[in-house]
């Protein structure tokens, strides 16, 4: 194994080369003048032969950079999804809220429904969203009993409510006057529209557009 002293020319020069993606080994040589492998008291000849693969500590610094980045990126990736994922619920609830009033006025005899299937069924949604989930969010409907289904609301809880696999960190509903409320109290991010009642401003603040 060839003794190198520390010059800082040379490594500086060598990490460029690693982050360039190390283009070749040729490509690295040619970078490092001939005084610097002077000063470092290495034969060209002898080093250039020793560069015929990736070495170890080369695999190792890529590796660790690799590392660095992902640890970087992660978070914002995450973030991104999340905030993507809530957006969706919110159009989504719009959707969901025409539907009901589209539904009352044609099939449901001036009544809602708060049945999902009811609005799939009559073919004022689709499959997709009549399903209940779409874009990591759960959604429910729930109407009034007396008088039967005359006023509706509908929620949207994330399906992963806590851990970094969170798919939100808010839980959002909209109620029959049309006005878009969210909540972000982790101790009932899971709760759906059923269990928490009413969608107003006792239970939920008005969602800031």
């Not at 040619?30 to 080093?47: C, G, K, V």
């Amino acid at each position: 194994m060839l003794a190198l002293s520390f010059d800082r020319r040379f490594f500086v020069d060598y990490a460029r080369c690693l982050f360039d993606f190390l283009l070749s080994h040729d490509y690295c040589i040619a970078r490092l003048s001939a005084s610097q492998f002077d000063e470092l008291e290495i034969n060209p000849q002898i080093y250039e032969k020793q560069q015929s693969g990736f070495s170890l500590i080369e695999l190792l610094i890529v590796t660790i950079v690799l590392s660095i980045l992902a640890v970087i990126a992660l978070p914002n990736l995450i973030a991104a999804r999340r905030s993507a994922n809530e957006g969706s619920a919110l159009s989504s609830l719009r959707v969901l809220h025409n539907a009901e009033v589209i539904y009352s006025r044609t099939v449901g005899n001036s009544f809602f429904t708060s049945n999902l299937a009811d609005l799939t069924t009559n073919q004022i949604i689709d499959e997709n969203l009549g399903s209940g989930v779409k874009s990591g969010y759960r959604f429910a409907l729930a109407s009034t009993a007396a008088p039967t289904n005359s006023t509706f609301t509908v929620g949207a809880i994330p399906l992963v409510s806590d851990g970094i696999l969170s798919t939100g960190t808010r839980k959002f509903c909209i109620a029959t006057e049309g006005i878009l409320r969210m909540e972000n109290n982790p101790a009932t991010l899971g709760n759906n529209i059923v269990t928490d009642g009413d969608c107003n401003q006792t239970n939920y603040s008005i969602v800031s557009q």
